[in-house]
């Protein structure tokens, strides 16, 4: 489920943005599955809903989620997902620079990739 660990560094809104684009990486939620509404995860998770509606406006931005008037917010299908990938792509620069410094080789980081890729792709 949807979780903000109040003792990361990171803001609440960006911990909930990537806590639902696991969810639906992972495929736990699915393609047009409704999400709870800002106010019902506002209170479940104990935090302001302005937090909650960030978290959905970056997320509806990326193409992630779609909202429909009075019915709700929704996944949207993977066709329409649209990440920051500079964004992504510095973070994994980032990531593996500071793997190479600590004595990892460029196989591993391969080989690790490829897993991954796998495990992204597993039911495509």
């Known amino acids: 489920m949807i979780s903000v ?4 560094s990171r803001p609440l809104y960006e911990q909930i943005k990537e806590s ?5 990486m992972t495929k736990s939620l699915q393609e047009n599955e409704r999400l709870p509404s800002v106010r019902e995860l506002a209170v479940e998770l104990a935090i302001n809903s302005n937090t909650i509606q ?12 779609y909202k429909i008037s009075g019915k709700g917010t929704f996944v949207s299908p993977q066709e329409n997902f649209k990440p920051n990938t500079e964004e992504l792509f510095k973070s994994f620069k980032e990531a593996a620079s500071k ?3 600590a004595g990892e080789s460029s196989k591993a980081l391969k080989e690790a990739i ?6 992204v792709l597993q039911d495509d």
């Open 20 to 24: 639902i684009i696991k969810l639906i």
């Open 99 to 101: 793997l190479i410094f």
């Open 5 to 8: 660990n109040f003792r990361d």
């Open 114 to 119: 490829d897993k991954i890729e796998k495990e």
């Open 54 to 65: 960030r978290a959905y406006r970056e997320l509806e931005n990326e193409g992630y989620i």
